[in-house]
C-alpha cells in the first residue's frame, strides 16, 4: 500500500539543466521536506523505522492465522493497525523517494532510499499472511461482519480490491518470497533512472541533461530542433543495450510474476489495481485507434500547411506554430494564471491550492541531477502531497503546472478518507488533473485577444490532447506488443525498436517521415520501466473529463458540490458510483465518443480559421 511509484506526466518534457535562476522565470521555489523529517539522521525517522519494526512483528504474532476467528470489532482493530503501519512506511519511503527524486545522481541518496526500502521490505514481510489470509474468508462470513459494524463497512471497497486478486493468489510462502524480491525490480528501476539522469546531449556546443535537450524540441528554430533530435538518437543508440537489457528484465519479471499468478494477460494486473474492467480499457482503445484519421492525421496535417512544409519531420511534431509568440512566462504569471482559473471555477479549490505555493509543497526549478518530467505525491494522509516540475516557463510547462497541481487538490480533498481509502486508482486519479488543465486552458482561451492568439492556443491544446490521449494509447499498443513478444524469448534492441516503430506511422499519421535513430524513443520513457500499462489511465482520464467538461457547460449549476464530492471519495467507490451523479458511465462504449468529439471539435474551429 506504500505510495510509489509517482504519478508521472504523460506529456513531452520541456526542460533545460538550468538552474531556478534562468533568466525571466523569478524565484522558483524548492521543496520543504521537513513536514516528513528534517533529515535523514533525524530522531523522529529512527523512531519510526524502530516502531515500524516492532508493530509488524506484533501484527504478525497478534493475527496470523487468526484472521477468519476475528468478531467485527476485531477485524476492525486489525485493519486500523495494519492502516497505521502502511502510514508510518508510507512516510519513510515518501522522504526517502522525495529526497532521491530532488538529486538522483547523488550516491549517498540513492543509497539511504535503497536502504529505507529494504528495511521497510524486511519489517513488512510478515505482515503478507494479511491479504492472503483475507481472501481465504468465505464471502458470506465476511459480509456479515461487514453488517455487523458500519465502520468496518466503509473498507469494503479495500477488502473487494484485495478480494479481487484472490484467483491468482499463491501460497503463503511464495507471496512472501515475491514480497522479499521486490528490491530486486526496484533496482532495475533505478538503474533505469540513473542512466536517463546522467546522460549529456551536446547541441550547438553545449551539453545537457535529458530535460535541456527535449526542451529543445520545442524552439522556434528547425535546425535547432532537427540537432537535438539527432543526439537525442544518438545518445539512445550508444545506451541502447543497457535500456534493452532493463525493458527484458522488467518484462521477464513481470511474466514469471503473471505465469505463476495465471494472470490471463501481461494488461491484467494494472485492470485489478485501477479497478477497471478490461473491456472498459479495450473499448476505450478501440475508440481512440478508430478516431486516429479524425484526430491525429488530421490535426498534424493541418500543421504540416501551417509550417510550409512538404512532408513533416518528428522534429516538427512539438515545434511552435510560425505565428507563436516564444515569450517566457515567468512563475509569478503562471501561479497567477492557473490560480485565477481554479478560482473561477470555485474559490474553494484555489484556497487548497494555495499552500503549494506558500508552504514549500513544490519543487520547481530545472536542476542538474534532478529527476526529469513532472508528478505529484500524495505522501500519507497526516501529511500533504508534493509537486516536481521542471519549469521553464513554456506555456505548456503553465499547463504542466495546472496538471500537477488539480493531483494535489484531488490528494488533499481524498485524504479525509484515510491511509487505506484515498488511493485513487489510475483511471480516475488522472481527473482532478486533466480538468485542471481543461479550467486553465478554458480561462486562457477567452483572454484570447484576437483570432490568431485563440488559433495558437487552440492548436497548442488540441497537440496536449493528442499528447495524452493518441501518444498514450500508442504507447499501451506498444507495451502490449512488447510484453506479448518478450513471453516469447529474449528481445534484441533491433526487436524492440521495430515494435516502436509500428506504432508510430500508424498514430501520427501520413505527414510524417522518421528520421533514422528515432526507432530508439522509447527508451527514455519512464512510464515503460515503473508502472507497466500506466499509460492508458492518461487516455482515460482525458475522455472522462472531457465528458466532465461537457456536464459542466451545459448545467453549471451545483456542478462543482458534486465534483468535490467525487474527489473527496477518493478511492472509496467504483467509476460508475463516481461518474453516476454526473449521467455518465464509462462502460458505454458511446462514452468515449462523447469525450474524444471535443478534440474533433477544436480541430474542426482550426480547420474553419483556414
Known sequence: MLHLPFSLRPFPVHDVNAGSGTDGLGDLPEWDLS????????????????????????????YEGKLGTLDAKGLLDCVHRNERINQIAGRIMSFAGLRYYQLTTDGERAKFMSD???????????????????????????DGLLAQDADLARYKPVFDRIRAMKPYQLSDEMEKFLHDLGVVGDAWERLFDETIAGLGFTVAGETRNIEGTLNL???????????????????FGENIKTFARVHNT????????????????????????????????????????????????RYYELKRKWMGLDRMQVWDRNAPLPMEDTRIVGWVEAQKTVMDAYRGFDPEMANIAEPFFTKGWIDAGVKPGKAPGAFAHP????????VMLNYLGKPRDVMTLAHELGHGVHQVL???????????????????SVFGEMLTFRKMLSEAKDPAQRKVMLAGKVEDMINTVVRQIAFYDFECKLHSARRNGELTPED????????????????????????????????????????????????????????YEEAPDGFQTKYFEMLKAGGSKHHKELLAPFGLDASDPKFWDKGLSMISGFIDELEAME
Not at 522488467?250 to 485501477?274: C, F, V, Y
Open 35 to 62: 513536514d516528513l523529517y528534517a533529515g535523514d539522521e533525524a530522531p523522529e525517522l529512527k523512531r519510526d523505522l524502530d516502531w515500524l519494526e516492532t508493530a509488524c512483528a506484533r501484527f504478525a504474532a497478534d
Open 116 to 142: 529505507m526500502q529494504e528495511a521497510i521490505t524486511n519489517f513488512t514481510t510478515p505482515l503478507v499472511f494479511f491479504t492472503l489470509e483475507l481472501n481465504r474468508l468465505e464471502d458470506d462470513h465476511l
Open 217 to 235: 524540441l520545442t524552439e522556434q528554430d528547425r535546425n535547432t530542433r532537427e540537432a537535438a533530435t539527432r543526439e537525442l538518437a544518438k545518445v
Open 250 to 297: 522488467q518484462a521477464k519479471e513481470k511474466e514469471i510474476m503473471d505465469r505463476w499468478r495465471g494472470m490471463p494477460t501481461a494488461q491484467t494486473a494494472r485492470h485489478l489495481s485501477n479497478h477497471v474492467e478490461p473491456e472498459v480499457v479495450e473499448a476505450l482503445r478501440d475508440a481512440v485507434v478508430k478516431a486516429y484519421p479524425q484526430l491525429s492525421h
Open 379 to 386: 505522501t500519507v494522509t497526516d501529511v500533504h502531497p508534493y
Open 414 to 432: 481524498a485524504a479525509g478518507q484515510g491511509e487505506m481509502l484515498s488511493s485513487t486508482p489510475l483511471t480516475l486519479a488522472e481527473t482532478a
Open 496 to 551: 524492440i525498436n521495430t515494435l516502436w516503430m509500428s506504432v508510430q506511422a500508424e498514430s501520427l499519421g501520413p505527414a510524417f517521415d522518421f528520421v533514422d535513430g528515432y526507432e530508439t524513443f522509447w527508451a527514455y520513457i519512464p512510464h515503460f520501466v515503473h508502472s507497466p500499462f500506466y499509460v492508458y489511465a492518461y487516455a482515460f482520464g482525458d475522455g472522462l473529463v472531457n465528458a466532465l467538461y461537457a456536464v
